[in-house]
């Protein structure tokens, strides 16, 4: 587009006839064509009189809703009939002797003077744009487009109803989704001639070879004549009665730009071009959305080098690596962007844990309304499997490290993995840590496997063997050691703080002495002068203060509140107040007390021992620097992005473990606050005896990641083969050697594998499998000498692979779920509940004789039933609780797995996790986790279930006690609590303010949210309205797509298979 803004085309329609008279319309007769003399110039005079007149004759008109011809036989709108003019051109045009010949034949050609131009020229202010109807209404009307020349005059010649006229069409040409450009493309590739701005708009007929034509033509020039006359008396009639719009002149230049520029982006998809704006290839929208949502105005350098390296532009896979908060996500970002919009395919981003996906869906929704794509949460039990196929728009799905893994899977059992223009794998480190790095090299594996098509992009911050993932994942790689905030890092040993410097021969150059007057208590409470250290910094700045334990966490807030000064408590008095008021409110009345003497000094606690709701309010009270200062666990430097000022480590422990170099850097990583803060500052606590250790710790390299899929052995390479070949993606020997080998482990082998070859580990694993009873194995003699052994998987395998089981847990579900067909007690949940109750928490689980025998005694004899048929009697609790000793064997993992089901169990009925924690002395953090794990577990055994026949009672059962477990709330809350973001105390909330559903949300007004419900900030206002809106577009294409599907004719119809055979 024309960006100084230079004028752009006005379409307006006449009626196209079919007959044989006018018919293509390119520009005025020449002299040549006309008799001689100067009939152009009598004519543009009498032109220009007739609009002077009309100008000035113009007043107001009221509405009439009469049918009569109110121009009667009067058929010239000034002295000059407009008609005569068009009829005296057409006679004289058909007097030509060179034209006499094909007048019968064609629509004569080249026949519009300057009158009829000027007649319905206009001129726009500033900018204008080229306004086309829908392809739809034109075919209805029978109307041809007819370009008009700006003129001299603003809108004073057109009557009332052409500014509604053209109104309309300009709200249609900016829906993305309008059939206008199409329909220019498809005249421009019908026309002979078609240039940027041509001067008159080519229509064409087709040409008609009838000889009786001239026949015809003579006979209708009366009614030709009569049905110009009567077209033009309706159009006025119809001018007359409509009223006048009020046009916004800023409003029209704006929309015009938004409209021009996405017509300029879809003919630039259209050409096969990927570049859509100036924008790295993106509409200049994105650019204002990215100042409008986040404030980011402008990109880093290194971010420019990033997106504009030759690797990305020819879609190669890339990993880069920077320091936390150098900016990698909004790299990221663009780049899914150009996926959706340029490429039109959809984008997977895999992200670590619930939180961090739940934050990018709300960051991410209001993109999706913007732009035109969705945005899909896989995370715990949400996400469909396979995703919906949409009709126009693109998906990006968001999703942790075991739903992008699932996902993955169905888009290759679908054949639709091609879809997948994109995959963004975010801490991509963590590859090397345990199973879950498992999950991501399997899933990364199978799309290098199964697409050329997909592009794999992977970040972090702490990456060091880089060279064994780039060989994995063929991709090249891009770091930088750019930080928007300086990070200044200090080692602090008694009293003195050193400052880390590599240059200095022990890596540490002398700083300062703190100076701080500490009394003898003091001095007892606090030997580490943590006090001292915060005191420096807030509350005007934030301070992050990082504990070896939760409950050093805690004790850690307290010991620092006692001795901070009254003056701590004034700073802003009323917010610390809210955020009070709102913690009692989502814990029905309770609140934790040591946050409430905390609280009001502006300093909290964080780890996973508080619930989401609370973590969530903490963490937004954080943000907007009502909480000044946290006491947490390591867990929040890899969690949802809160920086700080200062960032203190109260000890170099994680628990009982020594640090490592990647925790260190990620918490230290955490300091200096982008826009904000100018220098950032880390400060690690250390005892003498420490000092060695930690001088290592900040000189020596990141630590390489390592392969976890052999190691996993249940959770990796075992589920791995069971997926291969339930995919088909590899179901011989080889094959799945041949696979092996282009995986993670594949390029450590080497290094990894001491003992055994690639080999016996492969074949040992398809053994364990086929003995399980989840593979059978095929011998296929192929000569005397080669045999292949195929593979192919079993119902139990499938359903295991499909329902994403831990391997080492499979034969059991099944047993368990069997066996709870013989007596499936249905009064209460207690029974489905203890069928998905997750196995691996089991273990962990260390009940209260005394709580669980109480609770068992409170069972109704339905409920006492259920523990009769899992074999745990009343009188073996008693006993347990009374310390005597057992003479019956009892399966100690069953009757963990009862207590934890009472637990959930309570949990529903009550749907209080205070409550619930205080009756069973628990954490009510763990509860939740808890919760959650049982609603993530809960769906996958529906989907084990799926796969088997025989347990077909259990599907219609578990649908519902997934959705039960998930949201654990009264049902009235659970529309307003699958808007991402919205957790059980902001739902409550809502409800009590009016928005009951869904529709209510997405309809909500930010501004009237943000006055109405308690401490909501504008930013968390306008990401719950996207989040909401953005789910109510996903249901509504789903239904769409329904019906659509139900009445496409089906591709295998009888009759279709007969007509496509006769047409071949």
């Not at 035109?372 to 490290?401: D, M």
């Not at 200095?504 to 943590?530: I, Q, V």
């Not at 499998?769 to 052994?789: C, N």
């Not at 409800?991 to 943000?1010: C, D, I, Q, R």
Request: proline share 3%; with cysteine; hydrophobic share 35%.
């Amino acid at each position: 587009m024309d960006e100084c803004g230079s004028r752009i085309r006005r379409r307006v329609s006449l009626p196209k006839r079919n007959r044989p008279s006018l018919g293509c319309i390119f520009g005025a007769p020449t002299a040549a064509e006309l008799e001689p003399g100067d009939e152009g110039k009598e004519e543009e005079e009498m032109v220009a009189e007739n609009r002077r007149r009309k100008t000035a004759g113009v007043l107001p008109v009221e509405p009439d809703d009469s049918e009569v011809d109110m121009f009667g036989d009067y058929d010239s709108f000034t002295e000059n009939s407009f008609i005569a003019q068009v009829d005296d051109l057409e006679q004289k045009y058909m007097q030509l002797p060179e034209h006499r010949k094909h007048a019968t034949d064609f629509a004569t050609e080249n026949l519009c003077s300057e009158s009829i131009k000027n007649k319905l020229s206009i001129t726009t202010i500033g900018n204008l744009t080229e306004l086309q109807t829908d392809k739809h209404t034109e075919n209805q009307s029978g109307y041809e487009g007819v370009t008009i020349e700006p003129g001299a005059d603003l809108l004073y010649d057109v009557p009332s109803s052409q500014p509604i006229y053209f109104e309309n069409l300009q709200n249609s040409s900016n829906d993305l989704g309008d059939h206008s450009m199409k329909e220019r493309d498809w005249k421009s590739s019908s026309h002979n001639t078609v240039n940027e701005e041509p001067p008159h708009n080519c229509i064409e007929q087709p040409q008609q070879n009838d000889e009786s034509s001239s026949k015809v033509r003579t006979s209708s020039d009366m009614n030709r004549r009569k049905s110009i006359k009567d077209h033009l008396k309706n159009a006025m009639t119809g001018n007359a009665k409509a009223q006048t719009p009020i046009f916004s002149r800023s409003k029209q230049l704006k929309d015009t730009l938004v409209s021009e520029e996405i017509n300029v982006a879809k003919k630039t998809i259209e050409s096969s071009s990927n570049d859509l704006g100036p924008f790295y290839s993106l509409p200049s929208k994105v650019r204002d959305l990215y100042a409008q949502f986040k404030g980011i105005e402008k990109l880093y350098e290194w971010q420019h080098s990033c997106l504009t390296l030759n690797s990305v532009q020819e879609r190669k896979n890339l990993i880069y690596s920077l320091p936390t908060s150098g900016g990698k996500t909004l790299v990221a970002e663009i780049l899914m962007l150009q996926e959706l919009l340029c490429c039109r395919k959809d984008v997977l981003m895999i992200l670590p844990y619930v939180a961090i996906v739940q934050e990018k869906i709300s960051g991410l929704s209001s993109f999706g309304i913007e732009l035109g794509f969705f945005v899909e949460e896989y995370a715990g039990s949400k996400g469909r499997f396979p995703p919906t196929k949409r009709r126009e728009k693109k998906s990006l799905y968001i999703a942790t490290i075991e739903k992008g893994h699932s996902l993955v899977n169905s888009l290759i059992e679908t054949g639709r993995i091609d879809s997948l223009g994109l995959v963004v794998v975010d801490e991509l480190h963590m590859i090397g840590e345990g199973s879950r790095g498992a999950t991501l090299e399997m899933t990364l594996a199978k799309i290098l496997y199964t697409s050329k098509t997909t592009q794999i992009i992977g970040m972090s911050a702490t990456l060091n063997n880089v060279e064994d993932l780039q060989k994995f994942l063929q991709a090249e790689y891009y770091t930088s050691q750019f930080r928007p905030v300086e990070l200044k890092e200090y080692l602090k040993i008694n009293d003195t703080i050193y400052e880390v410097d590599s240059k200095a021969e022990n890596g540490m150059t002398f700083s300062r002495l703190l100076n701080y007057k500490y009394s003898d208590t003091l001095k007892k409470m606090d030997p580490d002068h943590l006090v001292a250290l915060v005191t420096e910094v807030i509350p005007n700045y934030s301070c992050l203060v990082f504990c070896p334990s939760k409950k050093n966490c805690e004790n850690v807030a307290e010991m620092i509140c006692k001795f901070l000064s009254k003056e701590y408590l004034k700073h802003k008095e009323k917010e610390k107040c809210e955020v009070i008021k709102n913690l009692k409110n989502i814990g029905n009345g309770n609140l934790c007390p040591v946050l409430k003497r905390t609280i009001p000094f502006g300093v909290a606690y964080h780890h996973s021992g508080l619930t989401s709701d609370e973590r969530k309010l903490l963490e937004e009270a954080y943000s907007t620097g009502v909480l000044c200062l946290f006491t947490c666990t390591s867990t929040l430097a890899a969690g949802v992005n809160l920086p700080a000022r200062r960032v203190i480590l109260r000890a170099p422990y994680v628990a009982k473990e020594f640090l490592k170099r990647n925790q260190y850097k990620q918490m230290i990583g955490r300091a200096g606050r982008a826009g904000i803060d100018t220098i950032g500052e880390s400060i690690l606590i250390l005892q003498e005896k420490d000092k060695q250790q930690v001088l290592e710790l900040i000189t020596k390299p990141l630590e390489n990641c390592y392969s976890h899929l052999v190691q996993e052995f249940t959770k990796g390479i075992q589920t791995l083969f069971l997926s291969l070949i339930g995919l088909k993606i590899a179901t011989n020997l080889d094959d799945i050697y041949h696979f092996m080998n282009g995986t993670f482990f594949g390029v450590q082998q080497k290094v990894l594998l001491k003992e055994k070859s690639l080999w016996e580990i492969t074949v040992e694993s398809l053994r364990y499998l086929t003995e399980k009873g989840l593979l059978q194995k095929d011998t296929i003699y192929k000569s005397e000498e080669e045999v292949q052994y195929n593979f192919h998987i079993t119902k139990l395998g499938r359903a295991s692979f499909k329902g994403t089981i831990d391997l080492a847990y499979c034969d059991i579900l099944y047993r368990d779920l069997k066996k709870g067909l013989e007596g499936l007690v249905l009064e209460s949940l207690l029974h489905l509940i203890y069928l998905t109750t997750p196995y691996d928490l089991v273990s962990q689980c260390n009940p209260d004789w005394m709580i669980y025998f109480r609770q068992f005694s409170q069972l109704s004899p339905a409920e006492q039933n259920v523990a009769a048929i899992l074999g745990v009697s009343e009188s073996f609790i008693g006993k347990k609780a009374s310390g005597q000793a057992i003479g019956k064997k009892v399966d100690k993992d069953i009757v963990n797995r009862l207590y934890l089901s009472f637990v959930l169990y309570t949990l529903l009925k009550e749907t209080n996790i205070w409550t619930v924690s205080e009756k069973f002395n628990m954490p009510r953090g763990y509860i939740q986790n808890l919760l959650t794990g049982t609603a993530s577990f809960s769906s996958c055994v529906l989907h084990f279930c799926e796969e088997l026949e025989e347990f077909w009672v259990y599907r219609a059962l578990l649908v519902e006690l997934t959705k039960k477990l998930t949201y654990c709330v009264k049902a009235e809350l659970i529309p307003l609590m699958e808007v991402t973001g919205v957790l059980e105390g902001r739902a409550k909330q809502l409800y009590s303010a009016g928005y009951k559903s869904l529709m209510h949300l997405a309809n909500a007004n930010p501004e009237v949210l943000v006055r109405t419900i308690d401490h909501l900030s504008r930013r968390q206002a306008k990401q719950i309205v996207s989040s909401a809106k953005m789910l109510l577009h996903e249901k509504a294409e789903a239904l769409q797509e329904e019906v659509e599907e139900l009445l496409r004719l089906p591709s295998d119809f009888p009759g279709a298979v007969a007509s496509s055979t006769d047409k071949a």
